[in-house]
C-alpha cells in the first residue's frame, strides 16, 4: 500500500455481499473481475458467511465492480450488496484475495 495523494480523485468504498457466496470461487472471480476492470482492494471472507471487499479506483470503474457484485460469479447466488465510502489515505497498488 502506498499513502493516497490527495489530488488523486478515487472512490474507496467498502462492501458486504450476502447470499450463498461462499463455497463457490465468489472470491478468485472477484479478484479476476477487479484486474480485468482495473480496480485495486481487497476481498475475503467473512465469519457470517458473506464476503467483504474494498474497492478503490476511479467512480467508473468502481461502479462497474460494484454492478458485477450483484450477480457475481456461475454459482453464486447473491442476495444483498450494501456499501459506503470508506475514508482513507491508503492506496491500493493491486487487488488481492485475503
Known amino acids: 500500500m502506498k499513502?493516497?495523494?490527495?489530488?488523486?480523485?478515487?472512490?474507496?468504498i467498502r462492501v458486504k455481499i450476502t447470499g450463498r457466496v461462499q463455497g463457490v470461487g465468489f472470491r478468485i472471480a472477484t479478484v479476476?473481475?477487479?484486474?480485468l476492470i482495473g480496480v485495486t482492494g481487497w476481498v475475503r471472507n467473512a465469519d457470517d458467511g458473506s464476503v467483504e471487499a474494498l474497492l478503490q479506483g476511479p467512480h467508473d470503474q468502481v461502479d462497474r465492480m460494484l454492478s458485477w457484485l450483484h450477480v457475481g460469479p456461475?454459482?453464486?447466488?447473491?442476495?444483498?450488496?450494501?456499501?459506503?465510502?470508506?475514508?482513507t489515505e491508503r492506496y491500493?497498488?493491486?487487488?488481492?484475495?485475503f
Open 74 to 87: 456461475p454459482g453464486a447466488r447473491v442476495r444483498d450488496v450494501t456499501s459506503h465510502e470508506e475514508i
Open 32 to 35: 479476476r473481475h477487479a484486474h
Open 92 to 97: 491500493f497498488d493491486h487487488f488481492e484475495q
Open 3 to 12: 499513502k493516497l495523494h490527495r489530488d488523486k480523485h478515487m472512490d474507496t
